[in-house]
């Protein structure tokens, strides 16, 4: 038997969430669609991750993905055609995706979230500034800063047009690859919330016909699910056969470890690491809320792992 359709845990104006949902596009998968909140409490996410909060995660059976990096490995395992890289390198593929993430998105995600302050509304501006672990900011001040992102954003938007033009439909050459899903996220949330800030890429006409041959991947096969559903698929499930690991003499396996993002994100993990390789940690948490036994996977790349007291 093979393993079993992968279920989004998701919100429609998630940035991060649309970059796999364009992926489920490229390579035609059929998935199951759970629709979460966009702020805590999420009762019916968070017994699945262990406490992970940041959306999206991707389960498979008692499987749970989290970061859009590892999630972007497993879909290459296992639904290897199309590649997600296209005719281009893994290593450049991953490079523009470490730039797209790390500084493209924040300028973009600043501005389109101060230019809505008052439509997100209050909830989500105090969920966000919980996850970092700071104070909320009010409303007007989120707001007023908006517009300093703009040089910014033209900036880099000015790198993407420059690339376009040299290339032959995509970033990376004739065929999509992980660097257009990763830089295609940023710029696709420019006009995902109410008040668009889409006109910005006037001036950008190759990037203005690459987001609609982006668009035009679609987003797969898609299964409406309920929280509810996912859960039983959980607890009728046993977590997938360990990827291999390495040899880590100060993080042996068997040891009770937690993990966290480096960045955005203080909410730790708790669970016994079963596998680490250069790409992957996975820990595994028994008998979860009635769920059974639940593997968790993270990247390695810009995660802390520490031991904890079990």
């Keep these: 038997m093979g393993a079993p359709q992968p279920i989004l845990h998701h919100y429609w104006p998630s940035p991060y969430s649309e970059k796999v949902r364009v992926m489920f596009g490229l390579k035609q998968i059929e998935w199951g669609s759970v629709v979460i909140p966009s702020v805590m409490p999420k009762p019916e996410y968070t017994p699945l991750t262990g406490g992970y909060r940041r959306t999206p995660s991707l389960q498979v059976g008692a499987d749970v ?9 497993y879909l290459e395992r296992r639904y290897p055609s199309p590649s997600l890289y ?8 991953e490079a523009i995706t470490t730039w797209a993430e790390d500084r493209l998105f924040w300028p973009i995600a ?3 979230i101060g230019i809505n302050a008052e439509e997100v509304g209050p909830a989500l ?6 996850m970092r672990g700071r104070p909320p900011i009010p409303a007007d001040k989120v707001k007023a800063a908006a517009p300093g992102n703009l040089p910014d954003i ?8 420059d690339m376009l033009a040299r290339s032959d439909g995509y970033i990376l050459g004739a065929q999509p690859s992980l660097a257009d899903m990763s830089v295609y996220h940023c ?3 420019l006009g995902a919330l109410p008040v668009s800030a889409a006109s910005l890429l006037a001036g950008y006409p190759n ?3 690459w987001v609609e041959r982006m668009k ?10 309920k929280g509810p559903e996912a859960l039983e698929v959980a607890a009728s499930s046993t977590p997938e056969p360990f990827l291999p690991s390495e040899d880590e003499p100060a993080l042996p396996l068997g040891t009770p470890v937690g993990i966290r993002p480096v960045e955005f994100g203080v909410d730790v993990v708790e669970g016994e690491l079963v596998s680490m390789g250069p790409r992957h940690v996975t820990l595994l948490r028994r008998d979860v809320e009635s769920l059974g036994d639940i593997a968790v996977h993270f990247p390695r790349f810009q995660y802390v792992i520490k031991p904890v007291q079990p």
């Design 110 to 112: 600043r501005y389109v």
């Design 86 to 93: 296209g005719d281009a390198s893994a290593g450049l593929c």
């Design 65 to 73: 993905y989290c970061d859009t990096r590892l999630i972007a490995d």
């Design 125 to 130: 501006h105090a969920d966000r500034a919980a």
């Design 216 to 225: 035009s991947l679609g987003h797969g096969s898609r299964q409406k699910m």
């Design 154 to 161: 033209h900036l880099q938007l000015s790198w993407i047009e």
């Design 207 to 209: 990037t203005s016909l």
């Design 187 to 189: 710029v696709w949330f």
